[in-house]
């Protein structure tokens, strides 16, 4: 925009007393005009843009994504949710493997209704062997066929999977806590040594774990309109979602009292909020972080202090509710 305003500012001077008319065509003036108001609009909106790369607008955007994909992709705890994972389409035969036949992928969408009336059509159970945001390389097995009565057209079954260059957030409730955990351990690098922006990160990530935590996560199982189980999906189990949250930012902001305290507030907060199917993964990483602490701090009054649990990291302590060990 910025280029084609000056280059037909530049153009039009040719036509300024053109034969000596004395004149300035009035077309010509109002276009300027025109790119000169869409120029100062590109321009305010570049600067807005360049405003989102500022941390704390950075960390909101990514939670809301992730806080939208959670909204649309699992039921509440008290709505029907499929069923648990079942093995029992093991016991049919398997009649069709398909494979990723191109360069490196990643699997960004899948088209679970379309999955499911092939599957119902062709009488089988489609079981995904590759999970949405898993990137597939030539001959990676994306899925299998059992007990279909022939094979299912391979063009068909490919394209209910859409693939891309990069991980995107529609389907994919495990990319926002990604990003915000690389945040997290790139603030936590010694390079940076930023453990005030990783605390922010535990910030989104935690809302994202209520959330989470809230909702029904065995969602695995897609039955067609008879009831007949017709498609399996690998989705992450609340483990799943607590190592990835967790493992890497306990493992570099292990010194940080700060990083620590916010961390065992985390997964109080967690446990006095969530139902009691959600307190045994909680419990063990209950248990991970003390004895991190432990292993990290050789001051016993540093030890102490990195035990209590604080929401700010070092701001208003819970001493009360903490459990201290030696």
């Not at 209910?160 to 351990?185: N, S």
């Not at 039955?223 to 930012?249: C, H, K, N, S, T």
Request: hydrophobic share 45%; proline share 4%.
């Amino acid at each position: 925009m910025f280029t084609a305003t000056f280059l037909y500012a530049i153009a039009a001077l040719a036509w300024v007393d053109r034969s000596s008319s004395g004149r300035v065509p009035l077309v010509s003036s109002w276009v300027v005009i025109g790119l000169l108001l869409a120029s100062v609009a590109m321009f305010v909106g570049l600067i807005q843009r360049i405003g989102l790369l500022q941390i704390n607008r950075m960390l909101n955007f990514t939670g809301d994504q992730g806080r939208a994909v959670i909204e649309t992709v699992y039921p509440q705890l008290d709505l029907p949710a499929t069923g648990t994972r079942s093995e029992e389409f093991h016991t049919l035969s398997l009649t069709q493997t398909v494979l990723h036949h191109s360069g490196p992928e990643v699997i960004q969408k899948l088209d679970i209704v379309a999955l499911v009336d092939l599957a119902r059509v062709n009488g089988g159970v489609i079981e995904l062997l590759a999970a949405v945001g898993d990137t597939v390389v030539i001959f990676t097995p994306l899925l299998c066929v059992y007990g279909a009565r022939q094979p299912i057209d391979e063009a068909a079954l490919t394209n209910t999977i859409e693939m891309g260059e990069e991980r995107t957030f529609e389907q994919d409730p495990k990319y926002a806590i990604r990003l915000l955990v690389d945040i997290a351990i790139k603030a936590l690098s010694p390079a940076i040594n930023d453990p005030t922006t990783a605390v922010q990160a535990l910030n989104q990530i935690e809302d994202l774990l209520l959330r989470l935590g809230s909702r029904e996560l065995e969602i695995g199982n897609f039955r067609d309109r008879d009831g007949q189980m017709r498609l399996i999906v690998p989705y992450p189990a609340w483990e799943d979602f607590l190592l990835l949250a967790f493992d890497e930012i306990a493992s570099y902001g292990a010194q940080s009292v700060q990083v620590m305290r916010r961390m065992k507030a985390l997964v109080n907060d967690l446990t006095s909020r969530l139902p009691d199917n959600r307190h045994a993964a909680l419990h063990y990483w209950e248990k991970r972080l003390q004895s991190t602490i432990a292993r990290s701090f050789e001051d016993m009054e540093e030890k102490q202090e990195a035990s209590v649990e604080d929401r700010q990291g070092l701001g208003v302590p819970r001493r009360n509710s903490a459990r201290v060990q030696g």
